[in-house]
T-cell receptor
Framework: TQLLEQSPQFLSIQEGENLTVYCNSS?????LQWYRQEPGEGPVLLVT?????EVKKLKRLTFQFGDARKDSSLHITAAQPGDTGLYLC?????????????FGKGTKLSVKP | DAGVIQSPRHEVTEMGQEVTLRCKPI?????LFWYRQTMMRGLELLIY????????DSGMPEDRFSAKMPNASFSTLKIQPSEPRDSAVYFC?????????????FGDGTRLSIL
């Protein structure tokens, strides 16, 4: 069974601090997606990483896919209150029928002004 | 372009009542997914459709849950009879194709409370 473990589960920091959240699995994924979910809304795709070792940047957010394609990290530089939300990683499910994503349980980030 | 539209946004009802959640996917998207989100279990896939055909319903908790997709622009998730443990936020999402690598576009969810 494919599982995606995210850590930490909760993170509360002050504006301006840097942080890293992790998404780990014992399974190899062909790609991983990162979503952000704000309160009262559905998850919104931030980025997809496809190649082992790949690094993608989205303004102050840096996403990395592990060389073995079993893990990924999200680093936020100089966090702002607008970064507050639930960060979810997801990967294609090849264990059962194809076509759906497996989601981690997420990291709930709170950035205080 | 309009995103995925879900209705109602909130539903409060008494246990035993029938609950129907509705979803309109993004036009041109061939796959539709129903999820349930709780603090304890996170985001769980209930069922997904490809070209209006149910592909995998192994996540549907029990026979009280049913889902239909009569056409490419509409889907329903029904709970009958509802129970307090069904209280959660239910999301609908759509994607262009049925490939697992495709990004999914989510609606804003229906927050369901069963008293």
């Amino acid at each position: 069974t494919q599982l995606l473990e995210q850590s930490p589960q909760f993170l509360s920091i002050q504006e301006g601090e840097n942080l890293t959240v992790y998404c780990n699995s014992s399974s190899v994924f062909s790609s991983l997606q990162w979503y952000r979910q704000e309160p009262g809304e559905g998850p919104v795709l931030l980025v997809t990483v496809v190649t082992g070792g790949e690094v993608k940047k989205l303004k102050r957010l840096t996403f990395q896919f592990g060389d073995a394609r079993k893990d990924s990290s999200l680093h936020i530089t100089a966090a702002q209150p607008g970064d507050t939300g639930l960060y979810l990683c997801a990967g294609p499910n090849y264990g059962g029928s194809q076509g759906n994503l497996i989601f981690g349980k997420g990291t709930k980030l709170s950035v205080k002004p | 372009d309009a995103g995925v539209i879900q209705s109602p946004r909130h539903e409060v009802t008494e246990m035993g009542q029938e609950v129907t959640l509705r979803c309109k996917p993004i036009s041109g998207h061939n796959s539709l997914f129903w999820y349930r989100q709780t603090m304890m279990r996170g985001l769980e896939l209930l069922i997904y459709f490809n070209n209006n055909v149910p592909i995998d319903d192994s996540g549907m908790p029990e026979d009280r849950f049913s889902a239909k997709m009569p056409n490419a622009s509409f889907s329903t998730l029904k709970i009958q009879p509802s129970e307090p443990r069904d209280s959660a936020v239910y999301f609908c999402a759509s994607s262009r194709t049925g490939e697992g690598s495709q990004p999914q576009h989510f609606g804003d969810g229906t927050r369901l409370s069963i008293l």
